[in-house]
């Protein structure tokens, strides 16, 4: 069983690496266009044939269908690992656990958001995602330049980062209900 010390870091390293594979795969997509991204779609009997090359699929195809719905309902759940680390938040830690533990809360909002933000942008008609980028893009550089200014409104010493995390974390649930709330029910 891990130290109560350890849990935070552990989950803080799987919120981190969640974080970044699904901004890599996302990357990867986004670089691509619609036919290279179909391309590397494979159809539920080329996976077992592992001989067989993978080949684009038509858009119309039986097979591209089943290959989306195969995965359509996969969507990473990090709630209960949010639920946890605000369980932990609320017991008195010392400060450097209480700063480690709302920056790994941080990070799974983040990832949440930046989830949510994806799902929100697949549901946009095409023409309306590159406002929708510049949006975002507005809102980070508002949530960098409050965070900023909470730095230097805040207190040195262990207040400081613990002052600079709850901005981030408000800043990021807001936006995280704005973008929920657009999503289709």
């Known amino acids: 069983m891990a130290s109560p010390l350890l849990k935070p870091v552990l989950w ?3 919120a981190y690496l969640v974080t970044a594979l699904a901004y890599l795969g996302v990357q990867q997509l986004m670089s691509r266009s619609q036919t290279d991204a179909d391309a590397v779609l494979v159809a539920p009997a080329e996976v077992e044939e592992a001989t067989a090359p993978a080949l684009p699929l038509d858009e119309a195809s039986a097979e591209h269908k089943a290959t989306r719905s195969a995965i359509a309902d996969w969507q990473p759940n990090i709630d209960d690992a949010i639920d946890q680390l605000e369980e932990i ?3 008195d830690l010392p400060p450097g656990e209480l700063n480690a533990t709302l920056a790994n809360l941080n990070t799974l909002y ?8 994806i799902e929100y942008l ?5 023409e309306e ?3 929708a980028l510049r949006e975002q893009q507005h809102w980070l550089a ?3 330049e409050l965070i900023r200014r909470s730095h230097d409104q805040s207190p040195e010493g262990n207040l ?14 807001l936006r995280l ?3 929920s709330q657009r999503l289709p029910q």
């Open 12 to 14: 803080g390293t799987c």
């Open 89 to 91: 938040l609320i017991t």
């Open 110 to 117: 983040d990832t949440q958001l930046y989830l949510t933000f």
């Open 142 to 144: 508002t949530r960098k």
């Open 177 to 179: 209900d704005e973008i």
């Open 122 to 126: 697949a549901n946009l008609p095409q």
């Open 129 to 131: 995602v590159p406002a």
């Open 160 to 173: 400081t980062a613990y002052s600079i995390g709850e901005v981030y974390l408000q800043t990021t649930r």
